[in-house]
């Protein structure tokens, strides 16, 4: 079992920037490609972005694209999301999620392990 503990999240003004970090802990040697989901008030758990084991292959969501940056260190075990010119619609628990396989996946069902989220409210 890998455990998942999200920080960073905190309010900020629209337009400013955030790192969210997820530090991974247990049996991390099964802990492949990580990924970020968000879920808003009364919406369904949405994909923000995903990444390799490797690190070598990223994706984004339309809605993130060009403004967040997924990346991680598998030496510290940690992901990280950085968030820059953030929008009042990026509010949001900020969910960290781990699957077994190297591959990154957008589907909050091909993720094994989950984190207890990191609340992120932007003001306009």
């Known amino acids: 079992q890998v455990q998942l503990v999200e920080s960073g999240g905190r309010l900020v003004q629209a337009g400013g920037s955030l790192r969210l970090s997820c530090a991974a802990s247990?049996?991390?040697?099964?802990?492949?490609?990580m990924g970020w989901f968000r879920q808003a008030p009364g919406k369904e758990r949405e994909f923000v972005a995903g990444?390799?084991?490797?690190?070598?292959?990223?994706r984004y969501a339309d809605s993130v694209k060009g403004r967040f940056t997924i990346s991680r260190d598998n030496a510290k075990n940690t992901v990280y999301l950085q968030m820059n010119n953030l929008k009042p619609e990026d509010t949001a628990v900020y969910y960290c999620?781990?699957?077994?396989?190297?591959?990154?996946?957008?589907?909050?069902?091909?993720?094994?392990?989950w984190g207890q989220g990191t609340q992120v409210t932007v003001s306009s």
């Open positions: 247990g049996r991390t040697s099964s802990s492949g490609a």
């Open positions: 999620a781990a699957r077994r396989w190297a591959s990154l996946a957008t589907s909050p069902q091909a993720y094994d392990n």
């Open positions: 990444i390799s084991w490797s690190g070598g292959d990223t």
